[in-house]
C-alpha cells in the first residue's frame, strides 16, 4: 500500500515525472522543462504546459497523458491542462538530467541559444556527437524528422545522428 | 475589440496556413532529399502556427481551430494573393519564400508588442522558429546568386515576379483602425510594409541583385498588367489600399482571392468537407 507523502503539488510533480515525451520516450515533460507551473485548490489541478515548437503534433498526447497521470494523483479530484507560449518555452529549460538523457537517447542535446550563423551557408551551431562524443560534425539540414529535430552528420565515427534544435 | 482581434488572427492564420500548404505541395517532388524533408518540415511549422492562431480565434468566436481552418468557403479566406500562387519552378518557390519570410518577421516582430498578451506571447515563440525559416530561404539565396548566372538570371526574374504581389501580405486587415487603436496590432499596416520595402532594398541590394523597390514607381503598370485578370469576385468592398501599391496584388484581406485559390481550396479542405469533424 502505498503511503502519500508531501503536499498534494509534490505528488503531482512526481507524477509528471513519469509522464514521457511522446516523440523523445527517453525523457519526461518535466526533464524537458515542458511544466510551467502547478497548482491544486479544493482537489482540482491546473497545470500549464509550455510546448516545445508551435506546430508539435504531439502536443494533444501530451495534454491527455498529463491529464491520466494528474488524475490519478491521491487528493486530485480533476484536472485541467493547458498549453501557454508565455514565456516561450526555449531549450534552455531542458534539465542537466534531461540532457543526459537525450545523449543516451542518441539524440544531441542542443547546443547554444537559437540558430547561431556559423558560416556564410548558414546553418545552426555545432553539435557534439550523442555517439563518440566528438565535436567534428557536420550540419546537414536545419530540418528533420519532427519540428524539433535537425540532421547532422559525425565525421568522427561516421554516423549520422540528430539534434534537439536550439530555439 | 473581439473583431479587430478575429479579423487579424484570421489575416495571420490564413498566410501560414495556405502558404504551408503550397509548401506541402514539395514533398515527395523536392530537387534533392534535404529539401523534401526541409519544405515538408518548414510546412509542418507554419501549418501548426496557423492552428496556434486559430486556437485563440477560436477562443473568440467559438467553434474548433479544424472548423476555421477546412470549414470555411473560399471568400471567407484572408490570405494574401501571393501565398495562393502556384509553387512554379524551384525558382518562384525559393523567392516567394525568401520575400514572404522578410515580411512574416516584420509583422511577428511588431505584434511582439501587441496589447493582447496572448497574440504577443505566441508572436514571440513564433519569430523564434521563423529564424530557422529564413536562414533556410537566405541561405538558398545565396548560394544561387554567388552560382551560375542561368540560376541567377531565373532567381531574378522570380523575386521581380513575386516582389509586387508580396505587398499584398501588408494590404490593410478589416477593422484595420481599431485594431491599431487598441493596440492588438501595434504598427499599422502602411509603416510595415515601408520597413519591409526598406528591408528588403537593403538584402537584394548586399546581394548585388536589382532593388526591387527602385521599380514600383515606375513599372507598377507592367506589374499589374502580368498579374491581374484572374481576379474572383468578392462580395466585399476592398479595404484602403497604401500608396505606391498595385491593386493586382491586393484583395486578399478583404476575401478576393485568385482561380489559383480556388483550386487550392478545394484540394485543403476536400478531406474536412467529406468527413466533416472525423477524427483519427
Given at each position: 500500500?502505498?503511503?502519500?507523502?508531501?503536499?498534494v503539488?509534490?505528488?503531482?510533480?512526481?507524477?509528471?515525472?513519469?509522464?514521457?515525451?511522446?516523440?523523445?520516450?527517453?525523457?519526461?515533460?518535466?526533464?524537458?522543462?515542458?511544466?510551467?507551473?502547478?497548482?491544486v485548490?479544493?482537489?482540482?489541478?491546473?497545470?500549464?504546459?509550455?510546448?516545445?515548437?508551435?506546430?508539435?503534433?504531439?502536443?494533444?498526447?501530451?495534454?491527455?497523458?498529463v491529464?491520466?497521470?494528474?488524475?490519478?494523483?491521491?487528493?486530485?479530484?480533476?484536472?485541467?491542462?493547458?498549453?501557454?507560449?508565455?514565456?516561450?518555452?526555449?531549450d534552455?529549460?531542458?534539465?542537466?538530467?534531461?540532457?543526459?538523457?537525450?545523449k543516451?537517447?542518441?539524440?544531441?542535446?542542443?547546443?547554444?541559444?537559437?540558430?547561431?550563423?556559423?558560416?556564410?551557408?548558414?546553418?545552426?551551431?555545432?553539435?557534439?556527437?550523442?555517439?563518440?562524443?566528438?565535436?567534428?560534425?557536420?550540419?546537414?539540414?536545419?530540418?528533420?524528422?519532427?519540428?524539433?529535430?535537425?540532421?547532422?552528420?559525425?565525421?568522427?565515427?561516421?554516423?549520422?545522428?540528430?539534434?534537439?534544435?536550439?530555439? | 475589440?473581439?473583431?479587430?482581434l478575429?479579423?487579424?488572427?484570421?489575416?495571420?492564420?490564413?498566410d501560414?496556413?495556405?502558404?504551408?500548404?503550397?509548401?506541402?505541395?514539395?514533398?515527395?517532388?523536392?530537387?534533392?532529399?534535404?529539401?523534401?524533408?526541409?519544405?515538408?518540415?518548414?510546412?509542418?511549422?507554419?501549418?501548426?502556427?496557423?492552428?496556434?492562431?486559430?486556437?485563440?480565434?477560436a477562443?473568440?468566436?467559438?467553434?474548433?481551430?479544424?472548423?476555421?481552418?477546412?470549414?470555411?468557403d473560399?471568400?471567407d479566406?484572408?490570405?494574401?494573393?501571393?501565398?495562393?500562387?502556384?509553387?512554379?519552378?524551384?525558382?518562384?518557390t525559393?523567392?516567394?519564400?525568401?520575400?514572404?519570410?522578410?515580411?512574416?518577421?516584420?509583422?511577428?516582430?511588431?505584434?511582439?508588442?501587441?496589447?493582447?498578451?496572448?497574440?504577443?506571447s505566441?508572436?514571440?515563440?513564433?519569430?523564434?522558429?521563423?529564424?530557422?525559416?529564413?536562414?533556410?530561404a537566405?541561405?538558398?539565396?545565396?548560394?544561387?546568386?554567388?552560382g551560375?548566372?542561368?540560376?541567377?538570371?531565373?532567381?531574378?526574374?522570380?523575386?521581380?515576379?513575386?516582389?509586387v504581389?508580396?505587398?499584398?501580405?501588408?494590404?490593410?486587415?478589416?477593422?484595420?483602425?481599431?485594431?491599431v487603436?487598441?493596440?492588438?496590432?501595434?504598427?499599422?499596416?502602411?509603416?510595415?510594409?515601408?520597413?519591409?520595402?526598406?528591408?528588403?532594398?537593403?538584402?537584394?541590394?548586399?546581394?548585388g541583385l536589382?532593388?526591387?523597390a527602385q521599380?514600383?514607381?515606375?513599372?507598377?503598370?507592367?506589374?499589374?498588367?502580368?498579374?491581374?485578370?484572374?481576379?474572383?469576385?468578392?462580395?466585399?468592398?476592398?479595404?484602403e489600399?497604401?500608396?505606391?501599391?498595385?491593386?493586382?496584388?491586393?484583395?486578399?484581406?478583404?476575401?478576393?482571392?485568385?482561380?489559383?485559390?480556388?483550386?487550392?481550396?478545394?484540394?485543403?479542405?476536400?478531406?474536412?468537407?467529406?468527413?466533416?469533424?472525423?477524427?483519427?
Amino acid at each position: 500500500m502505498s503511503v502519500s507523502v508531501g503536499t498534494v503539488e509534490e505528488r503531482v510533480w512526481d507524477a509528471l515525472a513519469d509522464v514521457l515525451d511522446p516523440e523523445i520516450p527517453a525523457v519526461s515533460v518535466v526533464d524537458m522543462g515542458m511544466i510551467r507551473e502547478v497548482s491544486v485548490e479544493d482537489g482540482v489541478a491546473s497545470v500549464v504546459v509550455l510546448p516545445t515548437f508551435t506546430g508539435c503534433p504531439a502536443v494533444p498526447m501530451i495534454e491527455r497523458d498529463v491529464a491520466a497521470a494528474v488524475r490519478s494523483v491521491e487528493g486530485v479530484s480533476d484536472v485541467r491542462v493547458r498549453t501557454s507560449f508565455d514565456p516561450p518555452w526555449t531549450d534552455d529549460r531542458i534539465t542537466e538530467d534531461g540532457r543526459r538523457k537525450l545523449k543516451e537517447f542518441g539524440l544531441a542535446p542542443p547546443t547554444g541559444k537559437g540558430p547561431v550563423l556559423i558560416t556564410e551557408i548558414g546553418l545552426p551551431a555545432v553539435a557534439r556527437c550523442p555517439f563518440c562524443g566528438s565535436a567534428n560534425t557536420r550540419a546537414e539540414n536545419p530540418f528533420g524528422p519532427t519540428p524539433c529535430r535537425a540532421l547532422y552528420y559525425c565525421q568522427a565515427c561516421r554516423n549520422p545522428f540528430e539534434q534537439f534544435k536550439p530555439v | 475589440v473581439s473583431k479587430a482581434l478575429v479579423s487579424l488572427l484570421t489575416a495571420l492564420g490564413d498566410d501560414e496556413l495556405v502558404l504551408g500548404h503550397r509548401h506541402s505541395e514539395w514533398t515527395g517532388y523536392a530537387p534533392h532529399m534535404e529539401e523534401d524533408v526541409a519544405f515538408s518540415s518548414i510546412a509542418q511549422d507554419e501549418i501548426g502556427h496557423a492552428a496556434a492562431y486559430d486556437s485563440v480565434a477560436a477562443g473568440v468566436v467559438g467553434g474548433s481551430r479544424d472548423e476555421l481552418a477546412f470549414g470555411r468557403d473560399p471568400g471567407d479566406y484572408r490570405n494574401a494573393i501571393v501565398c495562393e500562387r502556384p509553387n512554379g519552378d524551384w525558382a518562384y518557390t525559393l523567392a516567394r519564400h525568401w520575400l514572404y519570410d522578410y515580411a512574416d518577421d516584420v509583422r511577428l516582430e511588431a505584434l511582439e508588442e501587441s496589447s493582447h498578451p496572448e497574440l504577443a506571447s505566441l508572436a514571440h515563440k513564433i519569430r523564434r522558429e521563423e529564424r530557422y525559416h529564413l536562414i533556410h530561404a537566405d541561405t538558398w539565396v545565396k548560394r544561387i546568386v554567388r552560382g551560375p548566372v542561368e540560376g541567377r538570371t531565373k532567381l531574378i526574374d522570380a523575386v521581380s515576379e513575386v516582389y509586387v504581389e508580396t505587398l499584398g501580405i501588408f494590404e490593410p486587415i478589416e477593422e484595420e483602425a481599431a485594431a491599431v487603436a487598441e493596440g492588438l496590432l501595434p504598427v499599422p499596416s502602411a509603416e510595415l510594409l515601408a520597413r519591409f520595402v526598406e528591408r528588403t532594398a537593403k538584402a537584394l541590394d548586399e546581394l548585388g541583385l536589382p532593388t526591387e523597390a527602385q521599380r514600383l514607381s515606375d513599372e507598377t503598370a507592367e506589374f499589374e498588367a502580368s498579374s491581374s485578370g484572374d481576379l474572383i469576385a468578392g462580395d466585399r468592398a476592398p479595404v484602403e489600399l497604401p500608396a505606391s501599391t498595385p491593386s493586382a496584388a491586393m484583395g486578399g484581406r478583404s476575401g478576393r482571392h485568385t482561380d489559383d485559390f480556388k483550386e487550392l481550396w478545394d484540394v485543403m479542405t476536400l478531406t474536412y468537407r467529406s468527413h466533416p469533424g472525423a477524427s483519427w
